[in-house]
T-cell receptor, first 115, second 113 residues
Framework: EPEVTQTPSHQVTQMGQEVILRCVPISNHLYFYWYRQILGQKVEFLVSFYNNEISEKSEIFDDQFSVERPDGSNFTLKIRSTKLEDSAMYFC?????????????FGDGTRLSIL | GQQLNQSPQSMFIQEGEDVSMNCTSSSIFNTWLWYKQDPGEGPVLLIALYKAGELTSNGRLTAQFGITRKDSFLNISASIPSDVGIYFCAGLNYGGATNKLIFGTGTLLAVQP
């Protein structure tokens, strides 16, 4: 069964550094998402992306965050200057066609640790 | 903002027992989803519900989309040790620009062999 894959599985970074989290969504999907889960808490929506632009972003997704689909297969989340509170699991998800209510499928996440 | 509350927060049961967990919302959704999360992994879709009143099964799992569209429940019958994990409900209003998921607070399930 097709899967969403994320790399790296764990990223350790000094505060203030830039990080890029990478995702390969399921190949025929058109909607792409990033979610965040702080340890012990629920999963929170960050941003959705469709047709090469952001569809919606949450309050968490401030100017330090950006997303990009640099080619036909990858979907990236960049945090420009990381803060301690950015430490969390980051999940990428994708879903199918816009004319069909298809559920989102998640990758296994990247654990981001900011020191 | 929209909030989903799940109950119970945690359950500790014996293998073979049936389990029921609930999710309630402060607002209406037109789609309900149930996911399971194992430690260190991403949420895995268990059941998707698209219509108020809908009852759907997936093996030992059964979920229902509440008539008011503000709640859903998930039942697991004859639990086994591999059912251990955190179960999240998620609401979605399909048809908008984004289809973002709003996740519940989670129910931790522990199954003793």
């Amino acid at each position: 069964e097709p899967e969403v894959t994320q790399t790296p599985s764990h990223q350790v970074t000094q505060m203030g550094q830039e990080v890029i989290l990478r995702c390969v969504p399921i190949s025929n999907h058109l909607y792409f998402y990033w979610y965040r889960q702080i340890l012990g808490q629920k999963v929170e929506f960050l941003v959705s992306f469709y047709n090469n632009e952001i569809s919606e972003k949450s309050e968490i997704f401030d100017d330090q965050f950006s997303v990009e689909r640099p080619d036909g297969s990858n979907f990236t989340l960049k945090i420009r200057s990381t803060k301690l509170e950015d430490s969390a699991m980051y999940f990428c998800a994708s879903s199918g066609r816009t004319d069909c209510n298809q559920p989102q499928h998640f990758g296994d996440g990247t654990r981001l640790s900011i020191l | 903002g929209q909030q989903l509350n799940q109950s119970p927060q945690s359950m500790f049961i014996q293998e073979g027992e049936d389990v029921s967990m609930n999710c309630t919302s402060s607002s209406i959704f037109n789609t309900w989803l149930w996911y399971k999360q194992d430690p260190g992994e991403g949420p895995v879709l268990l059941i998707a519900l698209y219509k108020a009143g809908e009852l759907t099964s997936n093996g030992r799992l059964t979920a229902q989309f509440g008539i008011t569209r503000k709640d859903s429940f998930l039942n697991i019958s004859a639990s086994i040790p591999s059912d251990v994990g955190i179960y999240f409900c998620a609401g979605l209003n399909y048809g908008g620009a984004t289809n973002k998921l709003i996740f519940g607070t989670g129910t931790l399930l522990a199954v003793q062999p």
